[in-house]
């Protein structure tokens, strides 16, 4: 699929309390798997930030997100068809509210290297402009891929899909390393992180 550029490793992943994973699924818990997934590629694989490629799907634009925000030096991040938010993918609400999940619209700001969006226009699951929104508040924008008559399962099916896809990652890998982006920036979002992780406990306690 990706003939004559350099090798790939794609590792993936179950959430907990999917698949064949154990454990219970919740927000908290998806980002300890991303993070469990990295670990495994940074300490048994040996793979540096700069080399990696993040890639989330509908709601594994979450974690996805919620990991390149705290991650500097990755070399990229694709989402396909990503969410705004858990809420905003039932209610058009305009302002975040503490018990929403997922706030990729809140996130995305603070990735500070490339992002590729590939979005359905005809979506049912996850309208458009989900995608499209995103993309708007992306501090470096790669060309989007917004495939005429898409739904939320089927983007893989089109040819531009591959064609895109591939384009992208031998774009951002004759790309010299990525900055880094803002510490202050990094240490905000950490703190907001943790204010949230309270909430859920003290909601769960």
Same mark, same amino acid.
């Given at each position: 699929?990706?003939?004559?550029?350099? #090798?790939?490793?794609? +590792?993936?992943?179950? &959430?907990?309390?999917?698949?064949? @994973?154990? =454990?219970?699924?919740? !927000?908290?818990? #998806?980002?300890?798997? +991303?993070?469990?997934? &990295?670990?495994?590629?940074?300490? @048994?694989? =040996?793979?540096?930030? !700069?080399?990696?490629?993040?890639?989330?799907?509908?709601?594994?634009?979450?974690?996805?997100?919620?990991?390149?925000?705290?991650?500097?030096?990755?070399?990229?991040?694709?989402?396909?068809?990503?969410?705004?938010?858990?809420?905003?993918?039932?209610?058009?609400?305009?302002?975040?509210?503490?018990?929403?999940?997922?706030?990729?619209?809140?996130?995305?700001?603070?990735?500070?290297?490339?992002?590729?969006?590939?979005?359905?226009?005809?979506?049912?699951?996850?309208?458009?402009?989900?995608?499209?929104?995103?993309?708007?508040?992306?501090?470096?924008?790669?060309?989007?891929?917004?495939?005429?008559?898409?739904?939320?399962?089927?983007?893989?099916?089109?040819?531009?899909?591959?064609?895109?896809?591939?384009?992208?990652?031998?774009?951002?890998?004759?790309?010299?390393?990525?900055?880094?982006?803002?510490?202050?920036?990094?240490?905000?979002?950490?703190?907001?992180?943790?204010?949230?992780?309270?909430?859920?406990?003290?909601?769960?306690?």
């Amino acid at each position: 699929m990706f003939g004559g550029m350099q #090798t790939l490793l794609a +590792i993936c992943y179950d &959430y907990s309390g999917y698949g064949q @994973s154990s =454990g219970k699924p919740s !927000e908290q818990s #998806t980002y300890a798997d +991303i993070e469990a997934a &990295y670990k495994c590629l940074e300490e @048994s694989y =040996g793979t540096k930030q !700069e080399d990696i490629i993040l890639y989330g799907q509908s709601v594994g634009s979450g974690p996805t997100l919620d990991l390149a925000a705290r991650l500097p030096r990755l070399r990229a991040v694709v989402l396909h068809s990503p969410i705004l938010s858990g809420l905003r993918v039932m209610y058009p609400v305009k302002r975040t509210y503490w018990f929403d999940i997922y706030k990729n619209i809140d996130k995305i700001p603070l990735v500070n290297f490339p992002v590729l969006i590939i979005h359905g226009t005809s979506d049912e699951v996850v309208d458009c402009s989900h995608g499209k929104q995103l993309w708007e508040l992306c501090k470096e924008k790669y060309e989007p891929l917004w495939l005429k008559g898409g739904n939320h399962c089927d983007l893989e099916q089109y040819p531009e899909y591959i064609r895109h896809l591939k384009k992208f990652i031998s774009t951002v890998e004759k790309s010299p390393s990525q900055r880094y982006s803002s510490r202050r920036s990094t240490d905000q979002f950490e703190q907001s992180r943790k204010s949230v992780d309270l909430l859920d406990r003290i909601r769960t306690g």
